[in-house]
C-alpha cells in the first residue's frame, strides 16, 4: 500500500514538522512494515513556472511532423522582452496540438531539471532557440502520458506563478508492506488511524456515514437479491446524467498515481478513489446494460464470464458470482464482466459497494489466477460498515466532478455481520507481554482501536466491524503490544531446560550426512516438486508405488504440480543446470522427505478455526497425511578424479555410488549387501538392489539407463542411487545395543571358493556370514578371479573372515571351525567349492 502523507493529514492530525521518516518510525513501532519512504518530486527543481499561451505558429516539418513556435508569458520575473508583447515573453518549441491560446500550461525554463534528471537549457531545434520546455505529465513524474501537455485550469493561477502545491509535485509516499491480518490497513483510512494512535492526535473518520435508524426507506435504486450467505451485505446506489466526457481533476489524478495506479476514466477513477480511501473496493455498472434484478449467487456448472481483461473464463461451481437475467455479469470481489462495463458513452452508473466473505474470495483468485486491487482487499476483509459511505462518497464525487444527479431511491440488500465478542481477563495482557501494563492502560489502548471495553477485572471486548482479526483472547493481548510499541517489550530468551544432546534419529540423520561429505559428496537442496512427466522419463512403471502421487491445490508452477515420490528428478535438474554452465564433474548428493498418497487419496477435513477440532477430525487429518519416508540420492557425473601429473582421470561411475552407500550404511552400523536387481531408471544390467539385516531391501545404485540419460539430457554413463534411510534407520542397532569392544585379538582367515559364473557375490557372501556363527566380525570381498587356473564358467572368489570373542583369545581350533562352518554353508546354498 503506497500512502502519500498529503493525504493522510486530510484525516489525521499529523503534525506539519513531522517528516515522512518519523512517521515512517512510529508505523514501524505500531507493527507496520514500512519499506521505503519516496521523496515525490525530490528530483526536480530550478525555475518551473505557470505560462499563459499568448500565440503560435504551426509549422510543417521535411519529416512529417507539425511542431509550434510558441510564444507563452511566464510572468515578470522570467520574461525576456519581445517586440509583439509588451509585457515579454519566452519562445520555446512545442510538438504537441492539445492547447490554444490562452491556456495556462507549465513551462520548465533554461537550468531547471525534470522526472529522470533531464536538465533543460536553451538550444536550437528546427530552426528556432527554445528557450525552455512546456511539460507533459511525464516529464514532471507525475504520469506516463506523452500525448499532450499538461493544460492548467483558467482560473486560480497566474503566469510565473509556482504550478507544484497546485499539481502536488512535492510530496512524501510511504510504501507498506501490510500482513495479511492487518488488511484494514489497506486503506488511507486505516494508516490515518495508525497514525493518529500513534502520535496521539485527532482522527476523522472519512467513513462516518453508516447504516441505521435514519437511513432512508423506499424505493430501491435497483432490485438486489442475496441467495449466498458469503455476501451479508449489498449496497447500491444510482447516478445519472454524468457527462461522460468529464475530465478527472489533476489532484484525483495525482493521488492514483502516487499510489500506484493510472487514471483511465473519471467514473472508474473515483471508484479506484474511494477504495484507496476507504479500503472499500466498489464496482460501477453502465445501468443502462443490465437486465432484470442483480442477483448474488453461486456459479451453475458449465457458466462462462468474459472479464473486464477480455478473457474467458470457465467458472467454477464454488466461485460467487454477480448476476442478471443474461448470466453472470461478474466474479463478486475480483473482476467485473465486460457486457456491463463502464464505457466512454455511459451516462448512468449503478455503484456495487457490498462485502464479500474473504474465504470465498481468496479461492476464487487463486483459482482463476486473477489478483485485483478489490480480492487483494476483500481476502484480507473490509469493513462491511463503510459499504455504505463509501457508496455515497463516491456517488458525490460523481455529481461533484461529472455533474451526475443521485438518484434518491437507494437499495440496501442484507446488513452489516456482528463480529463476535470476547472476555478477557484485565491483567492478561501484562502478563503475557511480561511488561507492566495497568487494566486503565490496556483499557485506552483497546478503545483507540476502536474495541468497545467494559467491566474491571474481567474485560467485555466487542471489536470494531473494521478488525476482523480480533477474535482469540491474544489477539487482543497483540493489539495491546502493538500499540505499546513492540520495541518497549523486553527480549528475555527462556531459559533451556537441561537435555541430553540429540535424539537417535537427529544423530543418524547426522551420521549419514557427514558420511556422505566425508564420501566426497556435496550437499544440494531442491524443490520437493516433481510432474509425471518426471517419472515418464525415468521408465517409473504404472504400477510403481513411486506413481502414488500427491497434488499440490496451489503449485507454485503447472509444470510440477506433484510432491516428489523420489529425489531423483531434483538431482537430475541440478545436474543440467551445472553442466550446462561447464561444470561436468559432479557428485551432489540430497537428503530430504518423499511423499506417497494414502490409498484412495482421502481428502483432509477443515475444521473451523474458532475451537480445537474433534478427535474424530484429528484422526481423519492423520489418515489423509501421505507417507513421508526420508531418503538419500546422490548422483555422479564426468570425472571422480581429474587428470593430473599423476596419472589419468578416473571416471565416476556406479562404484563410488556403491561406495557412497557402504558408507552411509557403516555410518548408523550396518552393512550393505547388494544383488543384481532391475529398477528404474538404472540399466538393467548394471543395477544392483541394496539391502541390510534379512535381506530388507533398503534402495538401488547403479549407472542410469541409455534411454533416461537421452531423454534428461544427462551425461553418458551418468550414475546414481537412492536408499530409503527410515528403512535402514529402523535396522540400525539401537545405541544400547553397541558391542564392547574386545582387547582380545583378532583371528585372520582367508577362504577362496569356486562359483558358477553367474552365482551373485552377495549370495556367496550372505552364506559364509550365516555359517560363520557370532564369532565372525567381518568379511569382505577382496579377489575375483575368471583366468585358466579354474574351470570354463567358473569364477574364483577370495574373502578374508576376521573372528574374535568378546571375553577370551580364540584359538586356531576354534577359529578354524567356524571357517569350516562358513566354507559348508556356502557350498550347501551356492554349491562352492573349496579352491586349493
Given at each position: 500500500?503506497?500512502?502519500?502523507?498529503?493525504?493522510?493529514?486530510e484525516?489525521?492530525a499529523?503534525?506539519?514538522?513531522?517528516?515522512?521518516?518519523?512517521?515512517?518510525?512510529l508505523?514501524i513501532?505500531?507493527?507496520?512494515?514500512?519499506?521505503?519512504?519516496?521523496?515525490?518530486?525530490?528530483?526536480?527543481?530550478g525555475?518551473i513556472v505557470?505560462?499563459?499561451?499568448?500565440?503560435?505558429?504551426?509549422e510543417?516539418?521535411?519529416?512529417?511532423?507539425?511542431?509550434?513556435w510558441?510564444?507563452?508569458?511566464v510572468?515578470?520575473?522570467?520574461?525576456?522582452?519581445?517586440?509583439d508583447?509588451?509585457?515579454?515573453?519566452?519562445e520555446?518549441?512545442c510538438?504537441a496540438?492539445?492547447?490554444?491560446?490562452?491556456?495556462?500550461v507549465?513551462?520548465?525554463?533554461p537550468?531547471?531539471?525534470?522526472a529522470?534528471?533531464?536538465?533543460?537549457?536553451?538550444r536550437?531545434?528546427?530552426?528556432?532557440?527554445?528557450?525552455?520546455?512546456?511539460c507533459?505529465e511525464?516529464?514532471?513524474?507525475?504520469?506516463?502520458?506523452?500525448?499532450?501537455?499538461?493544460?492548467?485550469?483558467?482560473?486560480?493561477?497566474?503566469?510565473?506563478?509556482?504550478?507544484?502545491?497546485y499539481l502536488?509535485?512535492?510530496?512524501?509516499?510511504?510504501?507498506?508492506?501490510?500482513?495479511?491480518?492487518?488488511?484494514?490497513?489497506l486503506?488511507?483510512?486505516?494508516l490515518?488511524?495508525?497514525?493518529?494512535?500513534?502520535?496521539?492526535v485527532?482522527?476523522?473518520?472519512?467513513?462516518?456515514?453508516?447504516?441505521?435508524?435514519?437511513?432512508?426507506?423506499?424505493?430501491v435504486?435497483?432490485?438486489?437479491?442475496?441467495?449466498?450467505p458469503?455476501?451479508?451485505?449489498?449496497?447500491?446506489?444510482?447516478?445519472?446524467?454524468?457527462?461522460?466526457?468529464?475530465?478527472?481533476?489533476?489532484?484525483?489524478?495525482?493521488?492514483?498515481?502516487m499510489?500506484?495506479?493510472?487514471?483511465?476514466?473519471?467514473?472508474?477513477?473515483?471508484?479506484?478513489?474511494?477504495?484507496?480511501?476507504?479500503?472499500?473496493?466498489l464496482?460501477?455498472?453502465?445501468?443502462?446494460?443490465l437486465?432484470?434484478?442483480?442477483?448474488?449467487?453461486k456459479?451453475?456448472a458449465?457458466?462462462?464470464?468474459?472479464?473486464l481483461?477480455?478473457?474467458?473464463?470457465?467458472?467454477?461451481?464454488?466461485?460467487l458470482?454477480?448476476?442478471?437475467?443474461?448470466?453472470?455479469?461478474?466474479?463478486?470481489?475480483?473482476?467485473?464482466?465486460?457486457?456491463t462495463?463502464?464505457?466512454?458513452?455511459?451516462?448512468?452508473?449503478?455503484?456495487?459497494?457490498?462485502?464479500?466473505?474473504?474465504e470465498?474470495?481468496?479461492?476464487?483468485?487463486?483459482?482463476?489466477?486473477?489478483?485485483?486491487?478489490?480480492s487483494?482487499r476483500?481476502?484480507?476483509?473490509?469493513?462491511?460498515?463503510?459499504?455504505?459511505?463509501?457508496?455515497?462518497?463516491?456517488?458525490?464525487?460523481?455529481?461533484?466532478?461529472?455533474?451526475?444527479?443521485?438518484d434518491?431511491?437507494?437499495?440496501?440488500?442484507?446488513?452489516?455481520?456482528?463480529?463476535?465478542?470476547?472476555?478477557?481477563?484485565?491483567?492478561l495482557p501484562?502478563?503475557?507481554?511480561?511488561?507492566?501494563?495497568?487494566?486503565?492502560?490496556?483499557?485506552?489502548?483497546?478503545?483507540?482501536?476502536g474495541?468497545?471495553?467494559?467491566?474491571?477485572?474481567?474485560?467485555?471486548l466487542?471489536?470494531?466491524t473494521?478488525?476482523?482479526?480480533?477474535?482469540?483472547?491474544?489477539?487482543?493481548?497483540?493489539?495491546v503490544?502493538?500499540?505499546?510499541g513492540?520495541?518497549?517489550?523486553?527480549?528475555?530468551p527462556?531459559?533451556?531446560p537441561p537435555?541430553?544432546?540429540?535424539?537417535?534419529?537427529?544423530?543418524l540423520?547426522?551420521?549419514?550426512?557427514?558420511?556422505?561429505?566425508?564420501?566426497?559428496?556435496?550437499?544440494?537442496?531442491?524443490?520437493?516438486?516433481?510432474?509425471?512427466?518426471?517419472?515418464?522419463?525415468m521408465?517409473?512403471?504404472?504400477d510403481?508405488?513411486?506413481?502414488?502421487?500427491?497434488?499440490?491445490?496451489?503449485?507454485l508452477?503447472?509444470?510440477?504440480?506433484?510432491?516428489?515420490?523420489?529425489?531423483?528428478?531434483g538431482l537430475?535438474?541440478a545436474?543440467?543446470?551445472?553442466?550446462?554452465?561447464?561444470n561436468?564433474?559432479?557428485?551432489?548428493?540430497?537428503?530430504?522427505?518423499?511423499?506417497?498418497?494414502?490409498?484412495?487419496?482421502?481428502?483432509?477435513?477443515?475444521?473451523?478455526?474458532?475451537?480445537r477440532?474433534s478427535?474424530?477430525?484429528?484422526?481423519?487429518?492423520a489418515?489423509?497425511?501421505?507417507?513421508?519416508?526420508?531418503?538419500?540420492?546422490?548422483?555422479?557425473?564426468?570425472?571422480?578424479?581429474?587428470?593430473?601429473?599423476?596419472?589419468?582421470?578416473?571416471?565416476?561411475?556406479?562404484?563410488q555410488?556403491?561406495?557412497?552407500?557402504?558408507?552411509?550404511?557403516q555410518?548408523?552400523?550396518?552393512?550393505?549387501?547388494?544383488?543384481?536387481?532391475?529398477?528404474a531408471?538404472?540399466?538393467?544390467?548394471?543395477?544392483?538392489?541394496?539391502?541390510?539385516?534379512?535381506?530388507?531391501?533398503?534402495?538401488?545404485?547403479?549407472e542410469?539407463?541409455?534411454?533416461v540419460?537421452a531423454?534428461?539430457?544427462?551425461?553418458?554413463?551418468?550414475?546414481?542411487v537412492?536408499?530409503?534411510?527410515?528403512?535402514l534407520?529402523?535396522?540400525?542397532?539401537?545405541?544400547?545395543?553397541?558391542?564392547t569392544?574386545?582387547?582380545?585379538?583378532?583371528?585372520?582367515?582367508?577362504?577362496?571358493?569356486?562359483?558358477?559364473a553367474d552365482?551373485?557375490?552377495a549370495?556367496?557372501?550372505?552364506?559364509?556370514t550365516?555359517?560363520?556363527?557370532?564369532?565372525l566380525?567381518?568379511?569382505?570381498?577382496?579377489?575375483?578371479?575368471?583366468?585358466?587356473?579354474?574351470?570354463?564358467?567358473?569364477?574364483?572368489?577370495?574373502?578374508?573372515?576376521?573372528?574374535r570373542?568378546?571375553?577370551?583369545?580364540?584359538?586356531?581350533?576354534?577359529?578354524?571351525?567356524?571357517?569350516?562352518?562358513?566354507i559348508?554353508?556356502?557350498q550347501?546354498?551356492?554349491?562352492?567349492?573349496?579352491?586349493?
Amino acid at each position: 500500500m503506497r500512502a502519500p502523507i498529503s493525504w493522510l493529514r486530510e484525516y489525521a492530525a499529523i503534525p506539519a514538522h513531522v517528516t515522512g521518516r518519523e512517521l515512517a518510525e512510529l508505523l514501524i513501532r505500531a507493527g507496520l512494515e514500512v519499506e521505503t519512504v519516496e521523496a515525490v518530486g525530490a528530483e526536480l527543481s530550478g525555475p518551473i513556472v505557470v505560462g499563459q499561451i499568448l500565440r503560435y505558429v504551426d509549422e510543417p516539418q521535411k519529416n512529417g511532423k507539425v511542431i509550434r513556435w510558441v510564444q507563452v508569458d511566464v510572468g515578470p520575473e522570467h520574461n525576456q522582452p519581445h517586440p509583439d508583447f509588451a509585457q515579454g515573453c519566452r519562445e520555446v518549441v512545442c510538438g504537441a496540438h492539445n492547447f490554444t491560446v490562452g491556456d495556462k500550461v507549465v513551462v520548465s525554463l533554461p537550468g531547471s531539471v525534470l522526472a529522470g534528471g533531464f536538465e533543460i537549457s536553451a538550444r536550437k531545434t528546427y530552426g528556432h532557440v527554445s528557450d525552455g520546455m512546456i511539460c507533459a505529465e511525464d516529464e514532471l513524474g507525475i504520469g506516463i502520458d506523452h500525448t499532450g501537455i499538461i493544460v492548467l485550469p483558467a482560473e486560480g493561477l497566474e503566469p510565473g506563478d509556482d504550478p507544484f502545491e497546485y499539481l502536488h509535485l512535492h510530496d512524501e509516499v510511504l510504501d507498506i508492506d501490510v500482513s495479511p491480518d492487518m488488511g484494514y490497513c489497506l486503506s488511507i483510512r486505516g494508516l490515518a488511524r495508525e497514525a493518529a494512535i500513534a502520535l496521539d492526535v485527532p482522527f476523522i473518520d472519512p467513513a462516518q456515514r453508516s447504516l441505521g435508524a435514519d437511513t432512508p426507506a423506499g424505493p430501491v435504486a435497483h432490485e438486489v437479491v442475496l441467495q449466498s450467505p458469503d455476501c451479508p451485505l449489498f449496497v447500491a446506489l444510482k447516478v445519472t446524467n454524468i457527462n461522460p466526457e468529464a475530465p478527472t481533476p489533476m489532484w484525483m489524478k495525482r493521488r492514483l498515481v502516487m499510489a500506484g495506479m493510472r487514471s483511465i476514466s473519471l467514473a472508474v477513477d473515483i471508484t479506484n478513489y474511494v477504495m484507496l480511501e476507504i479500503g472499500q473496493p466498489l464496482h460501477g455498472y453502465d445501468a443502462n446494460a443490465l437486465t432484470g434484478p442483480i442477483v448474488v449467487r453461486k456459479a451453475l456448472a458449465g457458466e462462462q464470464l468474459t472479464t473486464l481483461d477480455g478473457q474467458l473464463r470457465q467458472l467454477h461451481p464454488d466461485d460467487l458470482l454477480i448476476t442478471d437475467d443474461t448470466g453472470p455479469i461478474g466474479i463478486a470481489g475480483v473482476m467485473g464482466g465486460e457486457t456491463t462495463e463502464m464505457t466512454e458513452a455511459t451516462t448512468e452508473v449503478l455503484i456495487e459497494a457490498a462485502n464479500f466473505a474473504a474465504e470465498s474470495i481468496g479461492w476464487t483468485l487463486r483459482r482463476h489466477n486473477l489478483p485485483s486491487e478489490a480480492s487483494k482487499r476483500f481476502h484480507r476483509g473490509v469493513d462491511p460498515a463503510a459499504a455504505y459511505a463509501a457508496a455515497h462518497r463516491a456517488a458525490e464525487l460523481l455529481v461533484e466532478l461529472a455533474a451526475g444527479e443521485l438518484d434518491p431511491a437507494e437499495t440496501v440488500a442484507g446488513g452489516v455481520p456482528v463480529p463476535p465478542t470476547q472476555r478477557i481477563a484485565s491483567d492478561l495482557p501484562a502478563r503475557i507481554l511480561g511488561v507492566e501494563v495497568s487494566a486503565a492502560r490496556a483499557q485506552e489502548l483497546l478503545e483507540k482501536s476502536g474495541v468497545r471495553v467494559s467491566g474491571a477485572e474481567v474485560f467485555e471486548l466487542a471489536p470494531p466491524t473494521w478488525r476482523p482479526d480480533l477474535r482469540d483472547p491474544y489477539d487482543y493481548v497483540e493489539e495491546v503490544g502493538r500499540k505499546l510499541g513492540f520495541d518497549t517489550i523486553p527480549s528475555v530468551p527462556p531459559i533451556a531446560p537441561p537435555g541430553h544432546g540429540f535424539t537417535r534419529p537427529q544423530q543418524l540423520r547426522r551420521a549419514v550426512n557427514r558420511a556422505a561429505v566425508d564420501a566426497g559428496f556435496t550437499e544440494v537442496i531442491t524443490f520437493p516438486f516433481i510432474s509425471a512427466e518426471d517419472l515418464d522419463a525415468m521408465g517409473v512403471p504404472a504400477d510403481d508405488p513411486r506413481r502414488a502421487l500427491v497434488r499440490l491445490a496451489n503449485p507454485l508452477a503447472e509444470t510440477s504440480p506433484y510432491l516428489r515420490t523420489t529425489l531423483l528428478p531434483g538431482l537430475f535438474g541440478a545436474v543440467a543446470r551445472n553442466t550446462s554452465r561447464g561444470n561436468d564433474d559432479l557428485a551432489l548428493f540430497e537428503t530430504g522427505s518423499v511423499f506417497f498418497a494414502r490409498e484412495g487419496n482421502p481428502a483432509a477435513p477443515l475444521p473451523a478455526v474458532d475451537h480445537r477440532p474433534s478427535d474424530a477430525e484429528l484422526a481423519a487429518i492423520a489418515a489423509a497425511i501421505p507417507t513421508q519416508p526420508r531418503h538419500l540420492a546422490a548422483i555422479l557425473t564426468g570425472a571422480w578424479q581429474p587428470a593430473g601429473w599423476q596419472g589419468e582421470a578416473v571416471p565416476a561411475s556406479w562404484q563410488q555410488a556403491f561406495e557412497l552407500a557402504d558408507q552411509v550404511a557403516q555410518a548408523v552400523g550396518l552393512q550393505i549387501s547388494r544383488a543384481a536387481a532391475a529398477s528404474a531408471p538404472f540399466h538393467p544390467g548394471r543395477c544392483a538392489a541394496l539391502s541390510v539385516g534379512d535381506g530388507n531391501v533398503v534402495g538401488y545404485a547403479g549407472e542410469l539407463h541409455p534411454s533416461v540419460v537421452a531423454a534428461l539430457g544427462l551425461p553418458a554413463r551418468t550414475s546414481a542411487v537412492e536408499i530409503d534411510l527410515d528403512a535402514l534407520f529402523a535396522a540400525a542397532p539401537g545405541s544400547g545395543d553397541i558391542a564392547t569392544i574386545s582387547t582380545h585379538p583378532v583371528a585372520k582367515e582367508d577362504v577362496a571358493l569356486i562359483v558358477d559364473a553367474d552365482i551373485a557375490v552377495a549370495a556367496v557372501q550372505t552364506a559364509l556370514t550365516a555359517g560363520a556363527g557370532p564369532l565372525l566380525e567381518s568379511i569382505a570381498l577382496f579377489d575375483i578371479y575368471t583366468g585358466d587356473q579354474i574351470p570354463p564358467g567358473k569364477k574364483s572368489l577370495a574373502f578374508a573372515l576376521r573372528f574374535r570373542a568378546p571375553d577370551r583369545t580364540l584359538t586356531e581350533a576354534e577359529a578354524g571351525a567356524a571357517r569350516d562352518a562358513a566354507i559348508a554353508a556356502a557350498q550347501t546354498a551356492t554349491g562352492a567349492i573349496p579352491r586349493v
